[in-house]
């Protein structure tokens, strides 16, 4: 599924990675907060209902980002996948979450499924949906009206 038939209003744009700059996860925002890096390591944090970032040099953020977003998203799938692929009786052979610039997911010939790690910025059902229409294809891998109708079931 592609990532740039998406709605980018609220979700996508250009980020400064400054304080109180907003942030999405699973579809909701939450300020960012920078403090002094002192002699720590650069580093990414979610509490409190806000992103915590400890840098000296908050432009370089975005590689912290990506590395928390892949995480929380693989957590986030884990607890999604396994009711999915029993529900559509279908077992992935494998599943990874990575950056991606345009699908949201994947499906392989041989059963793999790639997830893209912005899904995690989406509203959860948004995030199921992209589940269910890449198990879909582990039965039919196309896009015809026999797959729309797995999708739709």
Avoid at 65 to 74: D, I, K, M, N, Q
Wanted: charged share 25%; glycine share 8%.
């Amino acid at each position: 599924m592609r990532a740039d038939k998406a709605p980018k209003s609220k979700y996508y744009r250009e980020r400064t990675y400054k304080n109180g700059e907003f942030f999405y996860f699973l579809g909701k925002a939450y300020p960012l907060i920078i403090e002094p890096q002192g002699g720590q390591p650069p580093s990414l944090q979610f509490s409190e209902g806000c992103f915590k970032l400890t840098s000296n040099e908050p432009s370089g953020a975005f590689p912290l980002f990506l590395a928390w977003y892949t995480r929380e998203t693989s957590l986030f799938l884990r607890g999604l996948l396994p009711d999915w692929a029993r529900r559509l009786s279908v077992r992935p052979r494998s599943v990874r979450v990575r950056f991606a610039t345009s699908r949201w997911g994947s499906c392989g010939i041989r059963g793999d499924l790639s997830f893209n790690s912005r899904l995690g910025v989406l509203d959860s059902e948004l995030i199921e949906y992209v589940v269910v229409h890449e198990l879909c294809h582990l039965k039919q891998m196309n896009h015809s009206a026999s797959f729309w109708a797995e999708v739709a079931s």
